[in-house]
Structure formats: structure tokens, C-alpha cells
């Protein structure tokens, strides 16, 4: 059983930074797709970056530029590095593993972008 747990959400400031984690548990967290993906209130879920076992990277245009995706295979992470942070990108966050028979998300933490 894989499980995915977020952290690093809080409350920051406009132009502000805040490094998100996700901690896999399990071995096969290397080979398969690393997802980010952000849900506000009222809209619908939407990806934000994801990463491929080969270190691919995909960003939606409303990061790209401001926001950095990793892994760090060896401590079954996936990070999400965001930078000059604005209101709209204030969302629950959520960590998603693709691949093969495996579609996981973790429980997700709260980015709030306010002053």
C-alpha cells in the first residue's frame, strides 16, 4: 500500500515562497509520474506540475516561471518550490502518484496567499 503525505502549506504573504513535500511510502515512488495539483474553493481541481520517472517536467502556465518541481528518489520526495506567490494561487494542494494500476493522492495541505 503506497500512501502520499503533503506538508509545508501555510499562510503566506504576496511575492512570498513556500516549499511543499510529499513523502511516499514504498518502493516504487521512483518510476512512476509525480503530480502536484491545487483545488480552490468553488472551482475544480487542476494540475499544477508534475515530473516523470525520467525527471520530465510539465507546468501550467499559470506556474511557469514561479514554481519548481523535484524529486528526491532516495527519500521517496516530490517537491514543489513556489515563488513570488499571488492571491490566486491560494488553494489545498494535493500530492498525486500515476502509473500502471496505481492513481494516489494524499490528503492535501492549504496554501493561503494573503496579506
Known amino acids: 500500500q503506497v500512501h502520499l503525505v503533503e506538508s509545508g502549506g501555510g499562510l503566506v504573504q504576496p511575492g512570498g515562497s513556500l516549499r511543499l513535500s510529499c513523502a511516499g511510502s514504498g518502493s516504487i515512488f521512483s518510476g512512476y509520474r509525480m503530480g502536484w495539483y491545487r483545488q480552490a474553493p468553488g472551482k475544480q481541481r487542476e494540475l499544477v506540475a508534475h515530473?516523470?520517472?525520467?525527471?520530465?517536467?510539465y507546468y501550467a502556465n499559470s506556474v511557469k516561471g514561479r514554481f519548481t518541481i523535484s524529486k528526491d528518489n532516495a527519500k521517496n520526495t516530490v517537491y514543489l518550490q513556489m515563488n513570488s506567490l499571488k492571491p490566486e494561487d491560494t488553494a489545498v494542494y494535493y500530492c498525486?502518484?500515476?502509473?500502471?494500476?496505481?492513481?494516489?493522492w494524499g490528503q492535501g495541505t492549504q496554501v493561503t496567499v494573503s496579506s
Open positions: 498525486n502518484l500515476y502509473g500502471g494500476v496505481f492513481d494516489i
Open positions: 515530473i516523470t520517472g525520467s525527471s520530465t517536467t
